[in-house]
Nanobody, 124 residues
Framework: QVQLVESGGRSVQAGGSLRLSCAVF????????MGWFRQAPGKEREGVAA???????SYADSVKGRFAISQDNAKNTLYLQMNSLKPEDTAMYYC??????????????????WGQGTQVTVSS
């Protein structure tokens, strides 16, 4: 069983930065995908960034060059560094994990384990 706990979300002004963290509890096999997703009110959940066990990363076009996903295996923690935040980045951000490393990195329906989310609000 795997549990994911997100933290770091808060209100910030446009142009600011935030770092989200996702603590991972439980056993993770040697091959996996982990990702960050977000969902704004009235919108579908969308993939933001993902990282695979081989270190490869994927990003949504809307965040390329602004967001960076990383992991600290020693701390069992996944991070999302968010820079140059925009009001349209406002959403609930979720951490997700799956052991089927070969599936699409940014498709939410191909992730099994989910955290409860952390709210990010960007004001103009």
């Amino acid at each position: 069983q795997v549990q994911l706990v997100e933290s770091g979300g808060r209100s910030v002004q446009a142009g600011g930065s935030l770092r989200l963290s996702c603590a991972v509890f439980g056993s993770i096999p040697s091959t996996y995908r982990m990702g960050w997703f977000r969902q704004a009110p009235g919108k579908e959940r969308e993939g933001v960034a993902a990282i695979a066990s081989d270190g490869s990363t994927s990003y949504a076009d809307s965040v390329k060059g602004r967001f960076a996903i990383s992991q600290d295996n020693a701390k069992n923690t996944l991070y999302l560094q968010m820079n140059s935040l925009k009001p349209e980045d406002t959403a609930m951000y979720y951490c997700a994990a799956d052991f089927r490393w070969y599936l699409s990195p940014l498709k939410s329906d191909e992730y099994y384990y989910w955290g409860q989310g952390t709210q990010v609000t960007v004001s103009s």
